[in-house]
């Protein structure tokens, strides 16, 4: 019953985003809290008890069992376009298919007459081994960009909850199953000309950054604490900086 007040703090906090980053791209991600999230806030105690929310009722599949939801997101994204912040684009997480697009994207389009792709960058989260397998088809469905989320695609892959202290020795974002879906994105996402990027742990993690810029990688998000080695690592293998050990 507070949709308008919903979405006058959604535009708000947006426009502040995205005048902070005036001239590079800003990427909001729909909701994806689990439903864990919201029994803990104020107003969450209608919500589902699921055995396991991380693979529960969350992100785009709620989304589209919710419109109104989803449709409020995006009229406070048409707001800030119309304001004239035009460098924000809309992220949809946990995909698992092309239908989630085309149905997000005709959405979209209907309630707000902007055009996806023409009007706006569209991509996804790239974060479960199904979407991994359909790289393909997400790209035909017509995407800007894609999101490597190695948090959820790590322990998806490697059947690892995250969460759990018992099994974190087995979560490694390095191992070779992991790495090869992300070359299989990276690959087949740069022969459609859809733009890449990784959030999550994995970008902080050196190694992964400089696996990363060899396969390719448009750009890399990293946690406030690791962003400087994260940047020297990469100016030295783009050479920008001399590599210890070597002239220039």
Sequence with gaps: GKTEEFISHL??????????????????????????????????????????????????????????????????????????????GVMF?????????????????????????????FGIMVETPAAVQMIEELCAEG??????GTNDLTQFT???????????????????AVLRQIHKVIQTCKKHKVETSICGQAGSNMEMAQFLFREGIDSISANMDAVNSIRKIVAKLEGLLPIKGKKR
Aim: hydrophobic share 35%; glycine share 6%; charged share 30%.
């Design 11 to 88: 535009t708000d906090n947006l426009k502040i985003i995205c005048k902070a980053f005036k001239g590079k791209a800003v990427w909001y991600r729909t909701l994806d809290a689990r439903t864990d999230e919201f029994r803990n806030l104020p107003g969450g105690e209608t919500e589902p008890e699921e055995d396991n929310p991380m693979m529960g009722w969350r992100s785009i599949r709620r989304s589209l069992d919710q419109p109104e939801l989803l449709k409020a997101e995006f009229e406070a994204i048409k707001r800030v376009h119309k304001a004239g912040y035009t460098n924000l």
């Design 93 to 121: 997480p946990l995909v698992t298919d092309s239908g989630q697009v085309h149905q997000a994207k005709k959405i979209f389009k209907e309630c707000t007459g902007m055009t996806p792709l023409k009007d706006i960058s």
């Design 143 to 148: 995407i800007s960009f894609v999101s490597l």
């Design 158 to 176: 490697l059947a690892c909850d995250r969460n759990s202290g018992r099994v974190a020795k087995l979560y490694d974002e390095m191992h070779p």
